[in-house]
């Protein structure tokens, strides 16, 4: 049986944003329980040299909403990366999930040798489809969830494993 390079990317994609965006309600409860400012777990880091929580989920949101684009063909919607608040970290997570739904399967099915280019500030890098959304895309979307994920814990969140991996 052949990989369905949809079925490994769309709902994988939804869902791990979906719980992304259940541990950032948690998170903004836990901040209004506690008279946190909300601010504190949005720039929190868990080292100097990493990205706070808010690029975390900009950097996941990308990586999805490209995925889904580079594998279908389609034009890479482009986000501003300005999200400062919860409500504005929730919201660009709806926009790339209302995004990567209108994404089908007959626009993926087909796309393991497809040349794929992604151009970041450093380099470009070039792969075929299969091994673009397995060897790039989904690690990437898992690292940002997860350390967006451990901040968050990390800063005391009451969150645990059942949280990233959501329900089945």
Same mark, same amino acid.
């Given at each position: 049986?052949?990989?369905?390079?949809?079925?490994?990317?769309?709902?994988?994609? =939804?869902?791990?944003?979906?719980? !992304?965006?259940?541990? !950032? /309600?948690?998170?903004?409860?836990?901040? #209004?329980?506690?008279?946190? /400012?909300?601010?504190?777990?949005?720039?929190?880091?868990?080292? @100097?040299?990493?990205?706070?929580?808010?690029?975390?989920?900009?950097?996941?949101? /990308?990586? *999805?909403?490209?995925?889904? *684009?580079?594998? *279908?063909?389609?034009?890479? @919607?482009?986000?501003?990366?300005?999200?400062?608040?919860?409500?504005?970290?929730?919201?660009?997570?709806?926009?790339?999930?209302?995004?990567?739904?209108?994404?089908?399967?007959?626009?993926?099915?087909?796309?393991?040798?497809?040349?794929?280019?992604?151009?970041? @500030?450093?380099?470009?890098?070039?792969?075929?489809? #299969? @091994?673009?959304?397995?060897?790039? =895309?989904?690690?990437?979307?898992?690292?940002? =969830?997860?350390?967006?994920?451990?901040?968050?814990?990390?800063?005391?969140?009451?969150?645990?494993? *059942? /949280?990233?991996?959501?329900?089945?």
């Amino acid at each position: 049986m052949s990989i369905s390079l949809y079925q490994v990317s769309i709902p994988v994609f =939804v869902r791990a944003l979906e719980n !992304l965006a259940a541990i !950032l /309600d948690k998170a903004e409860q836990h901040a #209004q329980a506690k008279k946190i /400012d909300a601010s504190i777990f949005v720039n929190a880091r868990l080292a @100097p040299d990493m990205y706070p929580l808010s690029r975390q989920v900009q950097i996941a949101t /990308d990586i *999805a909403k490209g995925g889904a *684009a580079r594998l *279908a063909g389609i034009e890479l @919607p482009s986000y501003e990366d300005k999200e400062a608040s919860f409500a504005e970290l929730q919201a660009r997570i709806a926009k790339t999930i209302a995004f990567i739904q209108t994404v089908s399967a007959e626009q993926i099915e087909g796309s393991e040798q497809k040349p794929i280019t992604v151009r970041t @500030p450093s380099r470009e890098l070039n792969f075929l489809g #299969q @091994p673009y959304l397995l060897n790039y =895309v989904l690690p990437n979307l898992y690292f940002h =969830v997860t350390t967006a994920y451990a901040i968050l814990r990390h800063n005391g969140v009451e969150i645990g494993k *059942a /949280d990233f991996l959501g329900s089945y």
